[in-house]
């Protein structure tokens, strides 16, 4: 079945770029997306990709998808501790549903 | 304009009894999906509606269930409530059914807790 994969922990430094990645395994997704979490909130859309693109900016987002690798990446720059949050990889599955990868934690220290 | 809301933000049931959660989509947004978040599953679909009918639905047991409204709001039911059902129910709201669109934009959710 379509499943995505992103690791669960990143740390950095305030005012370092952050890169989260994540691999998928269905092809089909017209659009690939980024959701942030914060605590006890619901999901922030923060960007999308559509699938023909490589790369997308948007402010200090930066996405980049291969989708030889089936591989996509959210790359935060001048990350600052309001960046603290859980951001999480998701794909459109078959059902036009949306599948989201388990989630990474990004803490940015002072 | 304003964003997705949900209702009530926190419940806490008793095993065994029902419950009902509500979902204001977006004005003009006639799809709401509905998620479940907890911490060993991550995020798991479980319906969506489009102009009230149920387009597509995951794999949740028939004690769950969902309805949309001419106005697009939408609600979802559990019946005979399990402490496994505790988690954060996410609504999503969005102009399109399926891949059409860039994106769903979600509500704050409901907690549910059963005890």
């Known amino acids: 079945g379509e499943d995505v994969e992103q690791s669960l922990f990143l740390s950095v430094r305030e005012g370092d770029s952050s890169v989260i990645n994540c691999t998928y395994t269905?092809?089909?997704?017209?659009?690939l997306y980024w959701y942030k979490q914060e605590p006890g909130a619901g999901l922030q859309l923060l960007t999308y990709i559509f699938s023909n693109m490589d790369m997308k900016q948007d402010q200090r987002l930066t996405v980049l998808l291969n989708k030889k690798d089936k591989h996509l990446s959210l790359r935060i720059a001048d990350t600052q501790t309001g960046d603290s949050a859980i951001y999480f990889c998701a794909v459109a599955g078959s059902q036009g549903n949306l599948i989201f990868g388990k989630g990474t934690k990004l803490s940015v220290k002072p | 304009k304003a964003g997705v809301t949900q209702t009530p933000r926190y419940l806490i049931k008793t095993r065994g009894q029902q419950v009902t959660l509500s979902c204001s989509p977006i004005?003009?947004?006639?799809?709401v999906s509905w998620y479940q978040q907890t911490p060993g599953q991550g995020l798991q679909f479980l319906f969506e509606y489009f102009s009230e009918t149920q387009r597509n639905k995951g794999n949740f047991p028939g004690r769950f269930s969902g309805r949309q409204f001419s106005n697009s709001r939408s609600e979802m039911n559990v019946s005979t409530l399990e402490l496994g059902d505790s988690a954060l129910y996410l609504c999503?709201?969005?102009?399109?059914?399926?891949?059409?669109?860039?994106?769903?934009?979600f509500g704050q959710g409901t907690r549910l807790t059963v005890v």
């Open positions: 269905d092809s089909s997704s017209t659009y």
């Open positions: 999503a709201s969005s102009l399109v059914s399926g891949q059409g669109g860039p994106g769903a934009f």
């Open positions: 004005s003009g947004h006639r799809s």
